[in-house]
Every structure is written in C-alpha cells, then in structure tokens.
C-alpha cells in the first residue's frame, strides 16, 4: 500500500526552528520527486519546495528561500524538510506529495503545482506564535 506519512509538526516560537520529515512506503522511492506544501485556514494550498527524485536538484518558494532547507535519503525512503528562523506566517499544515518522474521528468516544471502529483500524505500542523 502506498503510503506517505509526515512527522516533526508542533508548536515554536518566532525564530525557532523545526524539521519536518516525509516517510514513504509501497512504492519505488527513487523513481519520485518530492514537494512540500502548505495550507494555512482560509487560504489556497502553496507550494514550499521540492527535490528531485535523485536528490541532485532542489527549488523553493521566496518565501522560505534562505531559511529552509529540503533534502532526501533514497537509502531510508525519506525527505527532510529543515525549517529555521520560523514566522508567524508560516503556520499551516504541511504536507509532502509524489511526483513521478518518468511522467514528468523536469521538477522545475511541476515544483509547485499540487495538480502534478500523484500521491499525498496526510499532513503535519506547524504553529508558530509567541
């Protein structure tokens, strides 16, 4: 069974720091990018960043540009999601989504676009707030 489950979501404050991992399972790891997204209440979900299926190429939103870092573990079915210097605004649900690459091979044309992928985890809350 496919599965992707998302872990490391919880409360910080301002300027903290947290990081978010994606565990795969049922499927051929290596074969797919990764993206992170995120929903915040009442807004429209949005892309944060994606890696490649070899982990070789990375791409982030401006807003998280400089303070979180996206990285994977073919050998453990992982993708990391490292997030400093946290804001009030990034509070949301977080979620990692499969894209597979022999469909669509260039990750910069599919990063941020949640229509691409194929396959989603359930979510994480992030709460950032003083």
């Known amino acids: 069974q496919l599965q992707l489950v998302e872990s490391g979501g919880g409360l910080v404050q301002p300027g903290g720091s947290l990081r978010l991992s994606c565990a795969a399972s049922?499927?051929?790891?290596?074969?797919?990018?990764i993206g992170w997204f995120r929903q915040a209440p009442g807004k429209e979900r949005e892309g944060v960043s994606c890696?490649?299926?070899?982990?070789?190429?990375?791409k982030y939103s401006v807003a998280v540009k400089g303070r979180f870092t996206i990285s994977r573990d073919n050998t453990k079915n992982l993708v990391y999601l490292q997030m400093n210097s946290l804001k009030p605004e990034d509070t949301g649900t977080y979620y990692c989504?499969?894209?597979?690459?022999?469909?669509?091979?260039?990750?910069?044309?599919?990063?941020?676009?949640?229509?691409?992928?194929?396959?989603w985890g359930q979510g994480t809350q992030v709460t950032v707030s003083s």
């Open positions: 890696i490649n299926s070899s982990g070789g190429t990375t």
């Open positions: 049922g499927f051929t790891f290596d074969y797919y990018h």
């Open positions: 989504a499969a894209a597979d690459r022999r469909i669509h091979p260039l990750l910069f044309a599919i990063c941020a676009d949640s229509s691409e992928y194929d396959y």
